[in-house]
């Protein structure tokens, strides 16, 4: 198995796209999040205003930032010009959330990688905006649950 990310003398090494077709390409990445009936509890019509805002839609606006920022914190990451992006975040039950990103983009790389950062940054903003009422909140799972363009189309679940 060779990794594109070597090169022949096995160093580290962006991968060239210029060969590659421009193509509509979408990622949607899933976290869950237990955050206890402590917190879920003080939760109003889905929302939470704490001292520092509305809990979901800051970290919306957080995930957003985290996929535009993708290329600053992965190495290996193009710098893409992202089309659009829709994060949800839903009361699953009494303990947890789910936090849902799409990612959307008319390039020649995908963006498996902007998906999977804008949902960690969402949960971690809502950590960080919960933490004075509890810290036992846990981030599950983040998972690629959906990859459309390029070579393939993935879809897991």
Do not use: W
Not at 23 to 41: N, P, Q
Not at 92 to 117: W, Y
Not at 120 to 134: E, G, P
């Amino acid at each position: 198995m060779s990794f594109s990310h070597l090169n022949q003398r096995n160093n580290p090494k962006m991968v060239n796209v210029s060969d590659k077709k421009i193509t509509k390409r979408t990622a949607i990445a899933k976290a869950t999040m237990f955050l206890g009936e402590e917190i879920i509890s003080h939760f109003t019509n889905d929302e939470l205003i704490t001292k520092k805002g509305p809990v979901f839609q800051t970290a919306i606006i957080a995930g957003i930032q985290g996929v535009k920022k993708t290329s600053e914190l992965i190495p290996m990451c193009h710098p893409l010009l992202i089309n659009g992006v829709a994060i949800d975040i839903n009361i699953t039950d009494s303990e947890h959330i789910e936090v849902l990103c799409k990612v959307t983009i008319e390039g020649k790389t995908g963006v498996e990688m902007e998906a999977l950062t804008g949902a960690n940054i969402a949960c971690l903003t809502i950590y960080d905006m919960c933490k004075s009422i509890s810290q036992k909140m846990v981030i599950k799972e983040v998972k690629l649950i959906e990859k459309t363009g390029g070579k393939s189309d993935i879809k897991n679940e």
